[in-house]
């Protein structure tokens, strides 16, 4: 591992001699990705969704498709927002056990 940071830095002095001043200039040699931005979900949207996870937390790829459709938006988003809207309800349900609960 030694070898691999010392030539690291040996190669990080040279960039900086030669006028390199940002530190992302020196971390790893791929572009940075671009992050895509965040979605924004119309009120309608967002009460269709919250219908549909009432009744099913974990939709088929067919009804993620088809309420991507009706709501014009990418699958992948759908399947993102069901991920996180899981994942938000698993943190309720524990936080208020915790509450009922609480360690002495």
Known sequence: MKPVLERWIAEAEERYKNG??????FVGSEPLK????RT???PQ??????????RNTHPTGAEMSE???SIVQDREVIRVWFC???QALKNTIKKYRQ???PQS
């Open 84 to 86: 996180n809207k899981r």
């Open 99 to 101: 509450d009922q609960h």
């Open 34 to 37: 671009k992050r895509k931005r």
């Open 20 to 25: 390199v001043q940002n530190l992302s200039d």
């Open 67 to 69: 309420l991507a459709e």
């Open 45 to 54: 949207a967002l009460e269709i969704l919250n219908e549909h996870f009432e």
């Open 40 to 42: 924004s979900f119309t």
